[in-house]
């Protein structure tokens, strides 16, 4: 069995993580690393809040704690850590703290993050996480019900998916070099899945005869699912599984021990095949990969309801953007029309559709009756 060793110094402790006069823990432990390094970073995100001793921040140490007591995943503790620990800095420097927050402190928080530039979607993402944080502490009696009155809502730009084309995705395939980019890519193009998701992967949640990866917990959805490759992926797959580091049980493992290569390495290697390929101006993304899987598998047949299940999708409206750039039969069926119409073709312009017409006439005659 593999073993994973963790370490950290703290400065100040909770009780309910380190016995008392201790500033360091250390973990050697077997079996799943997955546990102790959410456990590691619930430690660091915590001992980071009690130790910057802000107005609130044990409470946010509760919250954080709470998190993993649910076993939500490890960037959900860490980002919540992160940004309640700024939120918390913010409120400082405006002179208040978060036992006296009101509507215009997280209204300035956001105004605060816009001005400095932050992408839209980095300010919805901090603005959910805060709203968390301050539910929790109506929950605790600690803040007024008020305060959540009125949240403050972010539209965000409804962009379209940007799916690779095919013959960018044949330059892509045939720029990749190593066994294990191969497979990396190839996963993400063929699954769907979140590069979060592949990274945590372990070669236990492969079943290699069923061509079938188990996902135990989304990365947005916090749901499990499975999902599945193709031919291609599987002989990429075996080759990168022969020669790949057996140190880890990670699928693809990183320097550290225990470890996964990090998003940063994986987007480097992605990086690199897009330059290889000639397609760097283009503005792919490695979620560009599930964003084009999604649109093979719409223009291959496959129903939308299925996708939704494959991809992790709470609600199918997220889903269904990419019938909205998908649908081969409307184009057909477009430029089909089109073609007799240039062509000077003789149609039945004015046809009235029968059995149209009669669920018309009876949807009228029930709102009558309604009247």
């Not at 816009?114 to 109506?138: C, D, H, M, P, W």
């Not at 188990?214 to 699912?225: A, C, D, P, S, V």
């Not at 470890?259 to 480097?268: D, G, L, Q």
């Not at 992790?312 to 477009?334: F, N, S, V």
Request: aromatic share 10%.
């Amino acid at each position: 069995m593999t073993e994973v060793t963790y370490t950290t110094k703290f400065t100040t402790f909770d009780q309910r993580f380190l016995p008392s006069g201790h500033t360091e823990v250390r973990y050697i432990e077997p079996g799943n690393h997955r546990s102790f390094q959410k456990r590691y970073w619930a430690q660091l995100s915590c001992s980071r809040l009690i130790g910057s001793g802000l107005p609130g921040a044990d409470l946010a140490a509760q919250h954080v704690y709470d998190k993993y007591i649910k076993d939500l995943s490890i960037s959900t503790i860490k980002n919540s850590g992160r940004v309640i620990h700024y939120f918390l800095h913010f409120l400082e420097r405006k002179k208040t703290n978060i036992y006296t927050l009101t509507h215009q402190d997280i209204s300035k928080f956001v105004g605060y993050e816009q001005e400095r530039g932050q992408k839209t979607q980095s300010v919805v993402n901090y603005l959910r996480i805060v709203y968390a944080f301050i539910k929790y502490l109506v929950d605790q009696d600690v803040l007024p019900d008020t305060v959540m009155e009125r949240k403050i809502r972010i539209k965000l730009p409804k962009a379209l998916p940007r799916a690779i084309t095919p013959e960018d995705q044949q330059r892509l395939l045939g720029a990749i070099h190593s066994d294990r980019d191969r497979a990396l890519i190839l996963l993400l193009l063929r699954t769907g899945m979140r590069i979060g998701e592949l990274l945590e992967v372990q070669v236990s949640d492969i079943s290699v005869a069923e061509r079938k990866i188990m996902i135990y917990l989304g990365e947005k959805n916090f749901q499990g699912r499975a999902v599945y490759y193709g031919e291609d992926t599987k002989q990429a797959l075996k080759k990168w599984l022969k020669i790949r580091p057996g140190n880890s049980t990670s699928l693809f493992p990183g320097r550290s021990p225990g470890r996964s290569i990090t998003y940063v390495a994986a987007w480097h290697a992605m990086r690199n095949i897009l330059n290889r390929a000639g397609l760097s101006d283009k503005g792919y993304s490695l979620h560009s990969l599930r964003h084009t899987f999604a649109t093979d598998m719409l223009n291959a047949g496959m129903r939308l309801e299925v996708l939704q299940q494959l991809l992790g999708h709470q609600e199918i409206e997220m889903t269904m953007r990419y019938a909205r750039i998908t649908d081969l039969t409307r184009e057909h069926e477009y430029f089909k029309a089109m073609g007799r119409i240039e062509q000077g073709g003789h149609y039945e312009h004015r046809r009235v559709n029968t059995q149209l017409q009669k669920v018309f006439e009876k949807k009228k005659l029930l709102r009558s009756k309604r009247k």
